[in-house]
């Protein structure tokens, strides 16, 4: 079935740091593709969406580019700040589909 | 806009004893979401509504789980008798219409805890 792997964290940045975190998918057709954050005390909300291959996503200095070829979404950010501190989730959901797929989640920890 | 309500937002109880949460959608949401959020996963969709029908309860332990939507607008999601392996963050969540899929809202979630 369809699944994500992203990176394990938590990831530990001191401010002004570049941000990646690897994700990748597993899935039988050609799915749309989602980065979540989760604030602390927060419910998830979408991040940035990329709908087809080469498509990139971007939002609030976050980007990430639907790669078909290696199955990957990988997130980044060129510069974080400490109000970056959250648990970031990526997740797909197959064309014509009614399901998200999320993976499992990695904390990132910002230090000022 | 006011977005999704859940509550209660803590919960706590010992195992094979029942609870039941509740979540109200943002006003004209005809999609609702069910996830178990265990710790350290991501999300996994229980059970899926469109307006009052279920569309979607292929991974719902329906031996111990229930939902229902009541005239498309509010949800409940019981378990009955609880275990310990149900601890987990159960968030609900509401988008337009099933195609909106992307455009999730989720609500903050009730933490359960099962001891």
């Known amino acids: 079935g369809d699944s994500v792997t992203q990176m394990e964290g938590p990831v530990t940045l001191s401010e002004e740091a570049f941000l990646t975190i690897n994700c990748t998918y597993t899935a039988t057709g050609y799915p749309s593709l989602f980065w979540y954050v989760q604030y602390p005390g927060e419910g998830l909300q979408l991040l940035l969406k990329?709908?087809?291959?080469?498509d990139k996503g971007s939002n609030k200095g976050f980007e990430a580019t639907y790669r078909k070829e290696t199955t990957s979404f990988h997130l980044e950010k060129g510069s974080v700040q400490v109000s970056d501190s959250a648990v970031y989730f990526c997740a797909l959901s197959e064309t014509g589909g009614f399901k998200t797929i999320f993976g499992a989640g990695t904390r990132l920890f910002v230090k000022a | 806009e006011a977005g999704v309500a859940q509550s209660p937002r803590y919960k706590i109880i010992e195992k094979r004893q029942s609870v039941a949460f509740w979540c109200n959608p943002i006003s004209g949401h005809a999609t609702l979401y069910w996830y178990q959020q265990i710790l350290g996963q991501g999300p996994k969709l229980l059970i899926q509504f469109q307006n009052n029908g279920v569309v979607d309860d292929s991974q719902l332990p329906k031996d111990r789980f229930s939902a229902e939507r009541l005239k498309g607008v509010d949800s409940t999601l019981k378990i009955q008798p609880a275990k310990l392996e149900d601890s987990a963050v159960y968030l609900c969540?509401?988008?337009?219409?099933?195609?909106?899929?992307?455009?999730?809202?989720f609500g903050p979630g009730t933490r359960l805890t099962v001891t």
């Open positions: 990329a709908t087809k291959a080469d």
């Open positions: 969540a509401s988008s337009l219409d099933r195609e909106k899929i992307y455009e999730q809202y």
